[in-house]
């Protein structure tokens, strides 16, 4: 029976975090070595998963020393948010959940008023011209775009909702319109990056990014796309998206390998020390929970179970349950292959999209983002 184990499972991610929360603490975990979670500047933008993964924890246990840390972390934020320069797109994964988190289960008007901030920061981020989200700072990349940033729309749906102002949402449209359009390739796969004039708005060139070529299939970036486009599918009906979402979920599953860790790149050449990417895995699960909520009844269970078999599988194998001196929950991701930066490492994102992954396994249909 499902609920049975993902209740089981729920309970090692509830007292995993229990004891990592008093090691971890009010810091910024982003890759583990050695068992210890390394801390990033508070300007990382995987700041927003370990209080994001608290608030899950806290959603269903109340675990008030949980809320303190989480609370304490977006104070810590503040500082970005008035620094403003260190700003760039993945204000989305930082403050959906951390702020948004504390919003929707608390109310807290302090958290939506930062929320409502980092959303006027992504809306500013707008090229009218080319109708994209612009990525990063550096002056040579005014016209990128990012599939990633698929992710970081949901925090201007939210902000449209909240406000009843639709300049938020109208701008998640055009750019998740823009990334299907430059982005998506038929058979399901994407591009990472996506240059584009920042005068005239037309499209220069692919990126090969943080996958292997610009034609290659980073799997991280499908995951983006599916669960991405599920989250806008969400917030607006609209049925391309959740197609779009399909198609990026079945390239998925059928360049999956048997054990259920994707390669760093479904197209990248196989060798010995092959990074792989546990943390595609996990956000591509959650995705495809979204995704069985938003597809007819005679579909859902496809999504429903194939996601369901990947946890299964990554708890199997990959998880650091019986490891007392490991702080992470989910082993075996790659933040950054071309650069050889963190491969085959727990990564905080994955623990997240795991236990949000969980969570929907039980049930739970509400979500942060
Ligand atoms: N958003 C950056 C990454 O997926 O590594």
New binding site residues.
Partial sequence: MTTQWANELWNNIVDKVGLTSTTIGAGFPYISYKGRYEHEKVDW?TNGFWPGLLWLVYRETRNESLKEIASDIETKMDAVLLDFYPLHH?VGFMWSLSSVAQFKLLGSELSKRRAMTAASHLLGRYNAKGQFIRAWNQPERVGWAII?CMMNLPLLYWASEESNDPRFRHAAILHADTTLREFLRPDGSTHHIVCFDPETGERIEAHGG?GYSPDSAWS?GTA?SLYGMALSARYTGEVRYIDAAKRAAHFFLANLPEDGLPPWDFRAPWDEDMAMDSSAAACAASGMLELSLLVPKEESELYRSRAEKLVRKLNERYTAWNDPNEEAILRMGT??CPRNTHVNVPLIYGDYFFAEAVCKLRGMQDTFW
Wanted: net charge negative.
């Fill in positions: 933008w993945d990633d943080q991280r983006w933040a950054n």
